[in-house]
């Protein structure tokens, strides 16, 4: 094994230190009207898209957290519903999610359909998820990417937050967890080999990132 790399220290630096203000600071929660996870709601609810009022501040927000947390890629997204991103969408196989709020430098269209994976279920249902296995963000740099709900003043989850983030350093020792490499391992629902402990640990740091800002995007519980 090899010595904890410097993706790993910055990863839990950040975790540690980065708070944004928003709704689900536990001591002082926001009005619900500045509410990220309110926001969230009444733009899906409104069919604007990117028109609506807000989605601008909205955007800026996960830019935020994306450049706080060294993320590639930061962004909301919603199970499908009659070809929509919806509130209350099929969050099973049996339905895609799409991207919705995407705060990248070069975001994908709005309610690009993402298909299906285990992960986005695990994380409607309330536990952050990692994906099983990296994927190529160019021809030489890997992402890993990881889920968390966010969550509606009643307790509802009304999105994901997804993280994407840079791996490539782990992906260079242990090339069959990358999807789109040569040596892939195949696993995709259900990991039923040995996990390194570098990839277990690149999991978990992730899904905690996620995990931390979904919170703080949620309405306090």
């Known amino acids: 094994m090899r010595k904890k790399s410097k993706w790993m220290i910055v990863v839990m630096a950040l975790i540690m230190?980065?708070?944004?203000?928003?709704?689900?600071?536990?001591?002082?929660p926001a009005e619900s009207a500045d509410c990220w996870a309110d926001q969230y709601a009444a733009l899906i609810e409104s069919g604007e898209a990117r028109e609506f009022a807000d989605y601008d501040s909205m955007k800026a927000t996960l830019d935020d957290i994306r450049d706080e947390s060294?993320?590639?890629?930061?962004?909301?997204?919603?199970?499908?519903?009659d070809g929509k991103p919806s509130l209350d969408g099929d969050a099973t196989a049996e339905g895609s999610f799409a991207i919705t709020v995407d705060g990248s430098e070069d975001p994908d269209d709005w309610g690009v359909d993402y298909g299906w994976e285990i992960q986005f279920t695990e994380a409607w249902e309330g536990?952050?998820?990692a994906a099983r296995s990296a994927w190529n963000d160019s021809d030489t740099e890997q992402c890993w990417s990881a889920f968390a709900p966010v969550y509606d003043e009643e307790?509802?989850?009304?999105?994901?937050?997804?993280?994407d983030f840079p791996c490539t350093d782990v992906i260079v020792d242990n090339p069959q967890w990358n999807r789109d490499g040569d040596s892939w391992n195949g696993?995709?629902?259900?990991?039923?080999?040995?996990?390194?402990?570098?990839?277990?640990?690149?999991?978990d740091d992730v899904t905690a990132l996620a995990d931390k800002y979904a919170k703080q995007l949620s309405h306090s519980k």
Do not use: H
């Open 127 to 129: 536990t952050p998820a």
């Open 187 to 203: 696993f995709e629902d259900e990991i039923t080999g040995e996990v390194p402990e570098t990839i277990q640990a690149m999991m």
């Open 70 to 81: 060294g993320a590639t890629y930061v962004y909301a997204m919603s199970p499908m519903k």
């Open 17 to 28: 230190a980065f708070s944004l203000t928003a709704c689900g600071d536990s001591e002082e």
């Open 155 to 163: 307790g509802n989850v009304i999105c994901l937050l997804g993280i």
